[in-house]
């Protein structure tokens, strides 16, 4: 009976920790859209010369609302 216990409490942990990194992946995501809106209005020099190119910021996609 422990052993089905600690099965059941090890899987229960399992989807609560899947869940948070979801979540975690998600925000990371949407945070990272809402930054590349922001690049792309600047100019060309400028992401430039802190090295971004903005082909590769377009294609990462940008949002322009922070929620």
Do not use: P
Not at 40 to 65: C, F, V
């Amino acid at each position: 009976m422990a052993i089905e216990t600690n099965t059941s409490t090890r899987t229960r942990g399992n989807f609560v920790r899947r869940a948070f990194d979801r979540m975690v992946d998600a925000r990371a995501k949407q945070a990272r859209r809402y930054v590349n809106g922001y690049l792309l209005s600047l100019d060309d020099a400028t992401l430039a010369s802190h090295g971004y190119n903005r082909a590769e910021l377009e294609r990462e996609g940008a949002d322009s609302m922070v929620f």
